[in-house]
């Protein structure tokens, strides 16, 4: 399968542990966008990352959340010491260059569903 | 900041019947784009309009961009069940992509 890929699928954690979420892209693309999505609600941009950069983190919480995208392997989402309210489902979407100036839609992944017990 | 905003948020139309969801946005948009999402799954692409005027059709489905209205249109043509999902459009600028809330369809014999 070369589409975007995350996992786990689903993740359960208690409240004050730390969750992380990871993201291949698909191959060939190097940009990487985190959403967060709310039952019954729209998708809420969270971070834009390329290799080793933070693009716009405009959209994550300044406090617990945090990604990266490191030179070789998954980009990571980590939510540190996880409250209720962080319960959502995570996705993920790649595009090969800047999706926008394109045209070109971004991949997404089947989402991780993280559930705060 | 861009916003868009979708309606109806939910909608329940007979197999045969055609109908429209609307997506307005709020500042210039480079692109504009829709997508289909089955419950517990991800998003799928549909349409991606890049110029006023652009209207693409795929099946039973029919997407529409007037930039200067800022409005986008789905159209559904003579649904089927098949089509029951959550349909998202999203506007961008640069790097920035702003879904709206999402219109979820349900389509009955």
């Known amino acids: 399968n070369a589409g975007v890929m995350q996992n786990p699928r689903h993740l359960v954690r208690r409240r004050g542990q730390e969750a992380r979420l990871r993201c291949s892209p698909m191959k060939g693309h190097s940009h990487v966008y985190w959403y967060r999505q709310l039952p019954e609600e729209g998708l809420k941009f969270m971070v834009y990352l390329q290799k080793e950069n933070i693009i716009d983190e405009s959209g994550m919480p300044k406090e617990r959340f945090s990604a990266e995208f490191p030179k070789e392997g998954p980009s990571i989402l980590r939510i540190q010491q996880v409250v209720r309210g962080d319960s959502a489902a995570y996705f993920c979407?790649?595009?090969?260059?800047?999706?926008?100036?394109?045209?070109?839609?971004?991949?997404f992944g089947d989402g991780t569903r993280l559930s705060i017990l | 900041e861009l916003k868009v905003e979708q309606n109806p948020l939910f909608l329940s139309m007979q197999e045969g019947k055609n109908y429209t969801i609307y997506c307005n946005y709020s500042?210039?948009?480079?692109?504009l784009y829709w997508y289909r999402q089955d419950p517990g799954k991800s998003l799928e692409s549909l349409f991606v309009?890049?110029?006023?005027?652009a209207v693409k059709q795929e099946g039973r489905l029919m997407a529409s961009l007037d930039t200067k209205a800022r409005l986008s249109t789905l159209h559904i043509t003579a649904a089927v069940h098949d089509l029951s999902a959550t349909y998202f459009c999203a506007g961008s600028r640069a790097n920035d992509m702003r879904f709206g809330a999402g219109t979820r369809l349900t389509v009955k014999p």
């Open positions: 979407a790649s595009s090969p260059q800047s999706g926008q100036s394109n045209g070109q839609p971004q991949h």
């Open positions: 500042t210039t948009s480079d692109r």
């Open positions: 309009l890049l110029s006023n005027g």
